[in-house]
């Protein structure tokens, strides 16, 4: 069963001193600053390499070919890429205070995978042409995957290993479902081939616009969630003393995870490991405090989208790789540590 949090750990929810917000307060400046650099390499590298000076002229001054490689093709894809990638990284720390699982992330817990069967699904059989509808295709799919791996996990005494298993098991088949899909329908197969690799190559202005109000609402409320979800992650009797609603909480914290996947993988097909590697990250300089965890998520999560995106170009040039693919490659390594490290912190 879930555990309450050891007494250190409590401690650590302790007000900080001013000096420790200040240092926190300026690693989120500087991991603001990265993201900008990150973000400006993304307009920058690709196919074709452009010079900062060009990337300049391109967005401001020039309607011709650097016009339109920075602002009809690589702007809108950093863009999608920066709301994508604080999208993942938000809705994993709230999944992992939410379960109290540090191995919980959407794709994962299956999250992910019921987004990407509901949109195909709904692309395949329903005729289902628009972004608008796929997300809430997306919406239903995460939701009830969500609500399976809840229960197959224990529900209320579910642990981290049962939810992983349980979301590990329902991923596998609903993956199975989807390579199934697309090799008995070869039309399918050529809309979707990219898509569920997640892939950024399809973003326009329009993908951005239609996602935006579901990401920016998630976003909101995930960031609002902030303190009453540290009373959660000290266990229930505390909370319930500290004068959390943790039905409330439980609920708005769920419904957020699922909003910011539901569209993040309407808008780019399903990429996993993002959120479940930032909030370690983070977590490792911030503590335990969700206060700085899900701003810095929010921030550093687009950093190792828009940097693995960034890769997937300049590795495979003429060619790219999908982002979903490097990030599953940079990921799976990472997943083994932490299990690794986690299982030897028990013995």
Known sequence: MLVDSPPEQRAEHAPAPPTRHMARALGLLLSVVLLALVALASI?????????????????????????VVVGERLSRTVLGLLVGAALGLSGAVLQALTRNPLADPGLLGINAGASAAVVTAMTYLGVTSLTGYVWFAFLGAAAVGGLVWFLGGSRG???????????????????????????????????????????VSATDSTI??????LAVGMVLALALARPLNAVEMGDDTA?????????????????????CGAATAACGPIMFVGLMVPHVVRSFT???????????????????????????????????QVGIVTAIIGGPVFIFLVRRRRTAQL
Request: net charge positive.
């Open 209 to 214: 616009a239609q996602v935006l109000p579901f």
């Open 287 to 321: 503590g335990p405090d969700l206060r700085w965890i899900l701003p810095y998520a929010t921030v550093l999560a687009p950093v190792l989208l828009l940097g693995s995106d960034v890769l997937g170009r300049v590795v495979a040039r003429p060619a790219e790789l």
């Open 44 to 68: 920058a590298l690709g196919a074709k390499g452009l010079s900062p000076a060009q990337v300049w002229h391109g967005l401001f001054h020039d309607t011709g070919t650097y016009g339109d």
């Open 240 to 260: 319930r003393a500290l004068g959390a609603n943790l039905d409330r909480t439980r609920a708005l914290a769920m419904l957020s995870a699922v909003v910011l």
């Open 158 to 200: 579910a642990t981290p290993v049962r939810l992983a298993l349980a979301g590990t098991a329902i991923t596998a088949a609903l993956y199975g479902y989807l390579q199934a899909v697309m090799i008995t329908d070869g039309a399918a197969l050529g809309k979707m081939r990219f898509w569920t690799v997640g892939s950024l």
